[in-house]
């Protein structure tokens, strides 16, 4: 599984998401991963654009989570081993979704057709999910950014040399997992432990002498007089 993809596999799932319901709406317009220039907005309308504009790293460690993540592999021999890999990075992904055409009422419409995608599909998972990047029983959940503003907006556009627009802001979280092996043990099924009375060693093993815990024979009491 690639170690460094994630961030571009995420962006093509919610890419993914946005070509299906545009498809499904029978629509003109075309969806896009790419920078909300001036230029690539007029060569490509009518379209949906999708910008990764912001990206978070941080170290967490969920609830009843090990720190280190473990891995149960088999080898060549048929052995077991659990394998110890480093911290992965969780990824804060902040994304600006925003339309163009020619016409402003044909723009909201995009606009709102994209904004419906993520809404009728708020978590992508199994074969909706894009790359290599995820396991079996991944999902991405897609949150409706409250942090994005018209600040926010303006600020990501005007670096970008395009002017103002109406756009609405994503954000998705995932992990970036280390392929640093941190350690390796054998896969232990079962476990047997031998107990025995030292007083009476197995046959074949030392005696009680040797180990110097030999009984003492027992002391005989005779049994009282009669008088």
Known sequence: MPKHQVIRDVGHSLLGVLRAELSGARSKGKAYLAAPTAEFLRKNQPCLLLFLYDLRPSIRVAHEEKWELEEEIVDERGEAHIVKYGRPLDLRLRYLLTAAADDLGDEHELLGLGMKAFLDRPKISGEHLAGDSFGKGDALTVYHDTDFTLATCTAVLGGLGAGPRLAVGYQV????????????TRRVRERHIDVFDPLRPPPGSVSAKELGVEAKPPRIVAPPGKK
């Not at 392929?179 to 390796?184: F, K, N, S």
Request: without cysteine.
């Open 173 to 184: 979280d995932s992990r970036l997992y280390s392929g640093r092996e941190v350690g390796r």
